[in-house]
């Protein structure tokens, strides 16, 4: 329990902060995006670590049910998912797929559903909910 409740804390206030800076940023958040897609060996570097991250989620905190707890698995299996698609789709397609999504739409609605989550995690972690 005390695991699940430092991965929710933890991930709840990443998903908020980090989906704060991209309604903040938007605008220059799109061309970087449209770089990191044009770059193999950032592709690649941030696909393994995501791995390694989703991985150790997944290892550590093994709970399948539909619960606060479910969540931070779910989190760890769509890492590991993403990365999996990153490092095994031919370059070209991964490029094309990421640029399909560098919206102003896209990154908005990512960074509200990402904030939305990471306050419920961090409720839950920090005892609020």
């Known amino acids: 329990m005390e695991l699940s409740i430092y991965l929710?804390?933890?991930?709840?206030?990443?998903?908020?902060?980090?989906?704060?800076?991209?309604?903040?940023?938007?605008?220059?958040?799109?061309?970087?995006?449209?770089?990191?897609?044009?770059?193999?060996?950032?592709?690649?570097?941030?696909?393994?670590?995501?791995?390694?991250?989703?991985?150790?989620?997944?290892?550590?905190?093994?709970?399948?049910?539909?619960?606060?707890?479910?969540?931070i698995t779910f989190i760890g299996a769509l890492l590991v998912a993403e990365s999996l698609v990153y490092l095994m789709m031919p370059y070209p397609k991964v490029g094309r797929?990421?640029?399909q999504f560098n919206t102003a739409t896209w990154l908005r609605s990512g960074a509200l559903i990402a904030i939305v989550f990471g306050a419920y995690l961090a409720g839950v972690g920090f005892g609020f909910i």
Not at 19 to 44: D, M
Request: glycine share 6%; charged share 10%; aromatic share 12%.
């Open 8 to 71: 929710a804390q933890l991930l709840g206030l990443y998903f908020v902060l980090v989906g704060a800076i991209v309604l903040l940023r938007q605008k220059s958040l799109t061309p970087l995006v449209n770089e990191f897609a044009q770059n193999r060996a950032l592709l690649f570097s941030v696909a393994v670590i995501e791995l390694a991250a989703g991985l150790a989620i997944l290892l550590a905190h093994p709970i399948f049910e539909f619960t606060w707890q479910g969540v």
């Open 97 to 99: 797929f990421i640029r």
